[in-house]
């Protein structure tokens, strides 16, 4: 079912949704909702539609925008897309190219000024109280700041377009003590090996309404895996492997919830988009395969189970 403009507002007034025209123009012009386009003819421009889920979209968006009220509505398209949102590709793109010069604008900054890194890095793990006096760092506070120099080297590779050298990368993840698969060095050369940040550009622009289509279902998938397995175990830091990912990101971000963070759901993005479309098939073709999914889910409840039990019995021992 059609609607104009008109109708379209006065249906999810009707329903609660107020929004005035100039909000909604703004949710078109970010993108947030695809307008149907037809032709009059030849010369007589065109007439904009609207379809009636439309009206879902809107209420969608609102409700959103309440539970992350600090997110822009420039950023909102990043969050209705791994929602599962149908948004107009196009600005998605856009935005997306918009990040990654943005990140690359302070990479090369990072890289450019070893100096000010350096000095700035004490000022990001030690926490003084009001009046206090400096300290020699904890534990603690020396083992962030290791991760933080790690974390600079990494960054100045990746600037200099050399790909990320696997003993960087592999002695920052080994000190988060959070990888232990065995075939992990193999699969990280593998993605991000060849990695340049100034190619980026051109793998998003490549990037077709399909290939966008196919990211988003690689990510609704994956949220539904996750969301079945974590919820075996009391907390998301306890699932095996993913669990202490999850909680580094937690920390990394502050924040207990990541669809806060838009920066942290176009990185998402953009690292799915770096990924071969060979690698992406294949992802595609695991998470949508049942059995697959169903035995990956069987392994962490049996790990679960196993891990229950072992707590158990170590709190009895004591």
């Not at 007034?13 to 025209?21: F, M, V």
Request: charged share 25%.
């Amino acid at each position: 079912m059609e609607l104009c403009l008109e109708e379209l507002l006065s249906k999810a007034n009707a329903e609660g949704d107020y929004i005035s025209k100039d909000t909604f123009r703004s949710f078109v012009r970010y993108g947030l909702i695809v307008p149907n386009k037809k032709g009059r003819g030849r010369g007589r421009g065109v007439n904009t539609f609207y379809h009636h889920s439309d009206i879902e979209a809107i209420h969608d968006i609102l409700t959103l925008k309440q539970i992350y009220n600090m997110t822009s509505w420039e950023n909102m398209i990043s969050l209705l897309y791994v929602k599962g949102s149908l948004v107009q590709w196009d600005k998605l793109q856009t935005r997306l190219l918009k990040f990654a010069e943005e990140m690359n604008g302070k990479f090369v900054f990072i890289s450019d000024h070893p100096q000010e890194v350096e000095e700035a890095i004490p000022n990001l793990t030690v926490k003084l109280k009001r009046h206090e006096k400096p300290r020699t760092p904890s534990p603690e506070e020396q083992e962030a700041a290791q991760q933080y120099a790690f974390i600079a080297k990494v960054i100045t590779d990746l600037s200099k377009s050399r790909g990320i050298p696997t003993v960087h990368a592999l002695t920052f993840l080994r000190r988060l003590k959070i990888f232990g698969l065995p075939d992990f060095k193999e699969t990280f050369e593998e993605l991000f090996g060849n990695f340049e940040l100034s190619k980026l550009r051109k793998s998003v622009l490549a990037c077709s309404e399909a290939d966008f289509y196919r990211i988003q279902q690689i990510i609704l998938q994956s949220l539904k895996l996750w969301s079945e397995i974590s919820a075996l175990y009391p907390e998301t830091r306890h699932v095996p492997f993913f669990g202490k990912v999850i909680g580094k990101l937690h920390d990394g971000f502050k924040t207990n919830d990541l669809f806060s963070k838009p920066e942290f759901l176009q990185l998402v993005v953009l690292s799915l988009i770096h990924i071969s479309k060979k690698r992406k098939m294949e992802l595609h073709k695991f998470l949508f395969n049942q059995k697959l999914t169903r035995r990956a889910f069987l392994l962490f409840r049996y790990l679960g189970a196993l891990s229950s039990h072992s707590w158990s019995a170590r709190k009895k021992v004591k």
